[in-house]
C-alpha cells in the first residue's frame, strides 16, 4: 500500500505533515483493499494509544480509587467470579 503519513514540497527539503483534509481526500481514494488494511492499522494503533494512556494512569495513580473500591467491593461480597 503505498499511503505516505508525510508529504514533499517542492522547493522544500523538510517534509510537512499531511492536513486531515489532504488524509480525508487520500483515504477516498484508497481501493476496498488498501481501506481494509488501514482500517485493521488503525483499529490496532489506536488499541496501543489506549494501553499506553491507561499506562500512563496507572503509573500516576490516577487508578488508585478504582481499584480501592474493586477491592472494598470484593472484600465485602458484591463480586461474583467469572
Known sequence: ???PLRCHS???????????LELEKAISQLSTE???RLAAWFE???????D??????AAAGKLDH??????KD????RCASL
Open 74 to 77: 470484593i472484600d465485602a461480597g
Open 10 to 20: 517542492i522547493g522544500n527539503k523538510y517534509p510537512r505533515l499531511m492536513s486531515v
Open 52 to 57: 499506553k494512556q491507561i499506562e500512563r494512569d
Open 34 to 36: 488498501e481501506l481494509s
Open 44 to 50: 490496532e494503533f489506536m488499541a496501543d494509544q489506549w
Open 66 to 71: 478504582i481499584i480501592r473500591k474493586a477491592d
Open 1 to 3: 500500500m503505498r499511503w
